[in-house]
């Protein structure tokens, strides 16, 4: 089936257009070897690029052409810019400058959009509520408003038309991925279509406000012993999946230092307080907060912090925090054996991964950090290095991880914006160090012990039917096994060059054994002084000829 058959026109037209977009910021060559090209025509001279004083970098244009092309490609650009383990640096760098200036939809949409979604006049519904958006984003804006009760609310409410959009573009992804792995040879190495699988599961959770709610809730629900940290109430009854109407927290962006200063906030227990909320969410709760940027975080006068979207969110399991535990106390020891156990532990091997090999490159740079105290070592520069080393061995990193690393490098960032002097790992350290003591705690180890003989006992219990299954199959003659071959071509070469040189070995005795044969059997006695040296000639001037055709043959079996 043909592309063309296999969307529908709106489907056509956006492919056209994304496919046009990456052809204007020269990425013709991709398009081609993906066998795209009969879908934009070239001869009509569509490809025009604007008038510049210099010539754009490969990752300027890439980052252009996913700002050009709107929401998804934004989002994908932003979840590429933190996977150091499938693209260069150069592109790290250019796609984490990602962002969308997009104008703000009329008020006469937000009221549609409102009174649609929540069944009343929006006059019914907020006794206030400003026309002007506080924030506009490409997924939808935030309005300030009040209830009859009087409680102050922001109300987010999404843009027309965006979930169909991502919906298509995610499906048109799925297609490319596909291309990309059948065509190139980074398609060889990447999962494409498990970092597109997350990718989606993400951006449509970001897109369903109902699941931003029940994240919001759980983060309330995590904090609710921590009177530092508050996360704003959703007032469900006023919420759907295209409309949430939040609490309304005040306070200062976090990143405005001359505010806080003035206020005589403590910068540096402002900056420990908001990491190790962080360390929490991570280490302990396993859910945390995976867009941290300071423009989601505001402090209040009495020094409070308050945080705010919850559309992404990342999640851990307990081995993985565990491993995590490890790698950053490796880390402050210079541990390089730790690193890489650590990092291949946490699923971040692909393939036939060369242990030594990391290990080497982890030593390499960690080299650089020897003898150095904590306050000394930049975790943000490590984390960096560590990403190097997984993309020049190919190694990909699950993507929690990813997202983990961009928000742990966030956090190090706000850190340095409120104190200079802040130091992650001096933070960071001795909180592992006490998580790793409870690791050991006697009611853990109890609590893994059950789980060891749950699994055991489960073992035991499916085991004889497992047996019983397979017993069966044998019988059957329904059991096949599989086996990859690897090298064969040069296994296969060197057993026909060592055949030839056997067979012609045979031959060569074979004919010297004949004609040895006929001078001393065959041949009549009388003949014997005549025609027995014309055949000795014959002979000697044959095995001569033999024996260079045979070398001849077998040197060229060798090559």
């Not at 990491?275 to 020094?303: S, Y």
Request: glycine fraction near 8%; charge should be negative.
């Amino acid at each position: 089936m043909s592309l063309l058959a296999h969307f529908s026109t709106s489907y056509r037209e956006r492919y056209r257009q994304i496919i046009t977009t990456l052809l204007k910021h020269g990425f013709g060559y991709f398009i081609q070897v993906l066998g795209l090209g009969k879908l934009v025509p070239f001869h009509k001279g569509i490809m025009g690029h604007e008038p510049q004083d210099h010539a754009y970098t490969k990752p300027e244009h890439l980052r252009m052409a996913f700002e050009e092309l709107g929401t998804t490609f934004i989002k994908l650009g932003q979840v590429l810019s933190t996977r150091a383990d499938l693209l260069p640096p150069e592109f790290l760098k250019e796609l984490s400058k990602l962002q969308v200036a997009v104008p703000p939809f009329p008020f006469e949409t937000v009221r549609e959009e409102i009174e649609r979604e929540l069944g009343l006049e929006i006059g019914l519904l907020f006794a206030e509520f400003d026309e002007n958006p506080t924030a506009a984003a490409s997924i939808g804006q935030v309005h300030q408003a009040r209830l009859h009760t009087g409680e102050k609310v922001v109300v987010k409410v999404q843009r027309p038309g965006v979930f169909e959009l991502v919906n298509t573009d995610l499906e048109i992804l799925r297609h490319l991925a596909g291309l990309v792995t059948k065509r190139t040879s980074m398609g060889q190495i990447a999962d494409l279509h498990s970092l597109l699988d997350e990718f989606a599961f993400t951006l449509r959770n970001e897109l369903n406000y109902l699941q931003e709610g029940r994240n919001a809730d759980q983060f309330r629900e995590n904090f609710a012993d921590n009177d530092r940290i508050r996360v704003p109430m959703v007032y469900w009854d006023l919420t759907t999946s295209k409309v949430i109407t939040f609490e309304r927290l005040g306070g200062h962006n976090i990143t405005e230092v001359g505010k806080l200063t003035e206020l005589g906030i403590d910068r540096h227990s402002l900056a420990a307080d908001c990491t190790m909320a962080f360390m929490k969410m991570v280490f302990e709760d396993g859910f945390f907060h995976a867009d941290p940027h300071p423009g989601n975080i505001f402090v209040e006068e009495d020094g409070r912090i308050n945080l705010v979207d919850f559309g992404m969110v990342g999640q851990l399991d307990e081995e993985t925090r565990e491993q995590l535990i490890y790698l950053f106390l490796a880390v402050a020891g210079n541990d390089a054996d730790g690193i890489v156990e650590a990092t291949l532990s946490m699923g971040a091997a692909s393939g036939n991964v060369k242990r030594e090999d990391i290990k080497k490159d982890i030593k390499r740079f960690l080299a650089r950090y020897y003898g150095l105290s904590l306050k000394e070592i930049n975790m943000a520069h490590v984390m960096h290095e560590i990403m190097n080393v997984a993309y020049n061995r190919q190694l990909r990193l699950p993507a929690n991880l990813s997202v983990l690393g961009k928000t742990i490098l966030m956090c190090e960032g706000i850190g340095r914006q409120l104190d200079p002097e802040f130091n992650l790992l001096e933070v960071v350290v001795p909180y592992a160090k006490r998580l790793l003591i409870k690791q050991y705690s006697p009611e853990r180890l109890w609590r893994k012990t059950l789980k060891g003989a749950y699994q055991i006992g489960r073992l035991l219990t499916v085991f004889p039917e497992q047996l019983t299954r397979l017993m069966y199959r044998l019988q059957d003659n329904n059991i096949v096994f599989g086996m990859e071959f690897r090298n064969t071509e040069k296994i296969m070469h060197e057993l026909n060059s060592m055949v030839n040189r056997m067979s012609l070995s045979i031959l060569a005795a074979a004919f010297i054994l004949s004609l040895s044969f006929i001078l001393t059997v065959a041949l009549p006695e009388e003949w014997e002084n005549v025609l027995g040296w014309v055949f000795a000639g014959g002979f000697f001037v044959a095995s001569i000829l033999g024996i260079s055709l045979i070398i001849s043959i077998w040197r060229s079996g060798r090559r």
